[in-house]
């Protein structure tokens, strides 16, 4: 069934790409926008005026996820292999490091944080890893797209071929049994477990479903370096920046800050909220997360509207990255 469901997303994803190539990027003004609407409801989203009040902010129905009795997971008592070990020290470590940043504060460890925060969060998980190339939502030249994935790599995200294939699986299965985060299996599962059980992880993802970027050689380059660039080239650039504490800041608590935001969109948009649009999955609109995570909090929009570059759609859910995007492309990017 996963399988079948990623060849049917990979098919998807191949003739978006396709048409984009014949298209310039679309401007989501909003005569496009409910042009898209009417189109995605011949598809089955259907729009709920006002949001779906059975799944409200801490409504009953959203709260039973916190518990595992929905396919329910042995998980601390499975066999653990020695990636989930490594992974699991590796976030040990850098949790740790996180916490001895508040002892070292500086103003200039505080920015390193801050727009490292912009640069890998913003510019290269949400706009890079998201929105170009897992779905193909806009184009750009190489060089530009390449600079985009490159500060994904920094988030200490894995490299963008592991990370586009698990999420275009977690399109192609949402919230079933073969997605490979999601809250049914129990909050913690879908927020961070699920990075912990590689073997309960990856026997679900089909890799031939990132073979687009499995074709460049870049994206190869950085799969076999991966380590280097997450890990050695910024604690040692933020070392010779400003010592200690820059390495604290910048890198510690950046990486451990960007991953439960991105980690949230998994667990919490999933979990509490409210739907403007019937899915068919528990995707939710989520305002905080909206806010920390640029843009990516409007979940259940994104849901409806996968390959769509602008997320908030209506007035009150501000697309945060769209506006860049547009920008960049009339400068001639």
Request: contains cysteine; positive net charge; hydrophobic residues 45%.
């Amino acid at each position: 069934m996963a399988a079948l469901a990623m060849r049917k997303y990979s098919r998807v994803a191949r003739a978006a790409e396709a048409k984009a190539k014949k298209q310039p990027l679309r401007d989501m003004t909003a005569p496009e926008t409910a042009d898209a609407i009417r189109e995605d409801r011949k598809k089955g989203a259907k729009r709920v005026r006002g949001g779906s009040k059975g799944q409200r902010f801490f409504s009953v129905r959203n709260r039973k996820f916190w518990n595992f009795t929905n396919w329910p997971r042995t998980y601390w008592a499975r066999k653990w292999e020695k990636k989930d070990f490594f992974y699991a020290a590796i976030f040990g470590l850098i949790h740790a490091g996180a916490c001895l940043a508040p002892f070292h504060f500086t103003w200039k460890a505080f920015a390193c944080f801050f727009f490292g925060y912009v640069l890998t969060g913003m510019f290269g998980i949400t706009l890079s890893y998201h929105r170009q190339l897992a779905h193909l939502s806009f184009k750009s030249p190489k060089i530009v797209e390449y600079f985009l994935a490159y500060c994904g790599c920094l988030a200490v995200q894995s490299h963008p071929i592991n990370w586009v294939s698990s999420h275009r699986h977690h399109h192609g299965a949402t919230d079933t049994a073969n997605d490979v985060h999601s809250p049914k299996d129990g909050f913690w599962w879908a927020h961070a477990g699920w990075l912990l059980d590689q073997k309960g992880t990856w026997m679900r993802v089909d890799r031939s479903n990132a073979d687009d970027l499995n074709k460049q050689w870049f994206y190869r380059f950085l799969a076999k370096t991966y380590p280097i660039h997450a890990l050695v080239l910024p604690i040692v650039g933020l070392y010779l920046f400003g010592g200690l504490p820059c390495v604290l800041w910048g890198f510690f608590a950046r990486v451990v800050w960007t991953w439960h935001v991105t980690w949230a969109v998994n667990s919490v948009s999933h979990v509490w909220g409210f739907q403007d649009w019937n899915t068919g999955d528990i995707s939710m609109n989520n305002w905080l997360i909206g806010i920390l995570a640029f843009g990516e909090g409007w979940h259940n929009n994104h849901h409806a509207f996968e390959t769509s570059c602008r997320h908030g759609l209506w007035l009150g859910k501000p697309p945060v990255r769209y506006p860049l995007i547009y920008r960049v492309h009339k400068v001639g990017f």
